[in-house]
Structure formats: structure tokens, C-alpha cells
């Protein structure tokens, strides 16, 4: 497994989203309180107009050098501004239905979990924050989900 590092990104943060984008894929579905059928994205952009709809269905026109989802700079090279990211997003029949937020030294802030709420035309989406500190205090993948520790908030 390799972690990948973004800019700014403490390596708690990144090897804690990396281990668990990895839970989720070896669950193939259905891992603690997440129940889907989709895909898994880290890093996902959420533009506005677009909403929760999968943005490699809906934007065809963009090039991406790490399709299927833009970066930042691939959007923002096209004059698309996301107006949020967050860390794991999983759809689920053909719509992003959770928003996944590893939290190490900042929170996920109320304006985010407002900015996502209100954006979502759709069916809802389920926003959760995860500790990074207990994602990386597991031995192996973990079979109890503390409420302290991963914790649904919008």
C-alpha cells in the first residue's frame, strides 16, 4: 500500500486515509456503519451545478491525468472551482452518498458540512469523520466502530 502525500498534508493524515481507502476496498461493500454500491474516491472535488453526481459521468470534457476524478488543478485549469473536497467520497447507485472526512489536527468545519448539505439536489448524502489516531491504533481492520472515534455528522 502505497500512501499518497498531497501538498500540505501531514503523514499521519495521508498514511490514515490511505489504510482506510484500503479497509474499504478489502470489505468490497460494506465496512462498519458504510453499506454501498459503488465506487471509492480519495480526494473527491464537489463542484457546484454538479452536486453529488459522479463527476467523471458528468464531465466528460475535462482532461485528467489521474482520471476518473479531476484534481483540483485539472478543474481549476478548465475554470471549474470546487467548492469543496473531501477526503474519501464512496457512491452508491450512481451517486455520491458518503462524504468521508479523516480528521487529524483540524476538525471538519460546520461550513463544509453545511456547504455539502445544502449542495446536494439528489438523494442525501451521509457525512462522517473519522479519527486519524484510531485508524492508525488498529491491528488489522477493526470490527468496532467507537462513536468517539468515527462519528456520523451530517
Not at 479531476?70 to 473531501?86: D, F, M, Q, R
Request: charged share 25%.
Amino acid at each position: 500500500m502505497l500512501i499518497k502525500l498531497r501538498k500540505g498534508e501531514s503523514y499521519q493524515h495521508a498514511a490514515a486515509r490511505t489504510v482506510f481507502m484500503e479497509w474499504l476496498r478489502i470489505s468490497n461493500g460494506s465496512f462498519g456503519p458504510f453499506d454501498w454500491q459503488g465506487k471509492m474516491w480519495e480526494e473527491y472535488p464537489f463542484v457546484k451545478g454538479y452536486d453529488n453526481q459522479v463527476l467523471s459521468e458528468v464531465c466528460p470534457d475535462i482532461y485528467m491525468y489521474n482520471s476518473p476524478i479531476p484534481t483540483y488543478e485539472e478543474l481549476a485549469a478548465n475554470g471549474i472551482y470546487p467548492y469543496a473536497i473531501t477526503d474519501i467520497a464512496i457512491s452508491h447507485k450512481g451517486s455520491i452518498y458518503y462524504a468521508i472526512e479523516i480528521v487529524h489536527k483540524h476538525d471538519i468545519s460546520e461550513d463544509k458540512i453545511k456547504k455539502l448539505k445544502d449542495s446536494v439536489t439528489a438523494w442525501g448524502i451521509e457525512i462522517w469523520r473519522v479519527e486519524a489516531h484510531w485508524i492508525l491504533s488498529q491491528i488489522g481492520m477493526p470490527v468496532e466502530f467507537p462513536e468517539a472515534c468515527i462519528k456520523r455528522v451530517g
